[in-house]
Nanobody
Framework: QVQLVESGGGLVHAGGSLRLSCIAS????????IGWFRQVPGNLYEGVSC????????YYSGSVKGRFTISRDNAENTVTLQMNNVKAEDAGVYYC??????????????????????WGPGTQVIVSP
């Protein structure tokens, strides 16, 4: 079964750091763009960061640029999101998703799951004051 699984979520103090991982099973991550998305009200999604399958080009939303870093290890079939200086507004459930046939900018602009997949089950980030 083709799937993605996120890990690394949990409780973090504001200003602290957290490292999320996305591991792929039964398919090669190297052929796909990978994005990290945060669920927002209305069962919609906000693109946090995306990384391309080819040259490692990255995209960040304005709210996380300079604080978060996305990276990929194709040999380990893993994509990581390093979250630094975490803020209260970063809290939520984070999902990773795989896609191709689009730019990473368009991928990160997605607000629902329809255009691509698979998606992982999500990992929750809780930010305490």
């Amino acid at each position: 079964q083709v799937q993605l699984v996120e890990s690394g979520g949990g409780l973090v103090h504001a200003g602290g750091s957290l490292r999320l991982s996305c591991i792929a099973s039964n398919f090669a991550l190297r052929y796909y763009h990978i994005g990290w998305f945060r669920q927002v009200p209305g069962n919609l999604y906000e693109g946090v960061s995306c990384i391309s399958n080819s040259d490692g080009e990255t995209y960040y939303s304005g709210s996380v640029k300079g604080r978060f870093t996305i990276s990929r290890d194709n040999a380990e079939n893993t994509v990581t999101l390093q979250m630094n200086n975490v803020k209260a507004e970063d809290a939520g459930v984070y999902y990773c998703a795989a896609g191709r046939g689009m730019t990473i900018q368009n991928m990160c602009a997605t607000i629902d799951r329809a255009p691509f997949g698979p998606w992982g089950p999500g990992t929750q980030v809780i930010v305490s004051p």
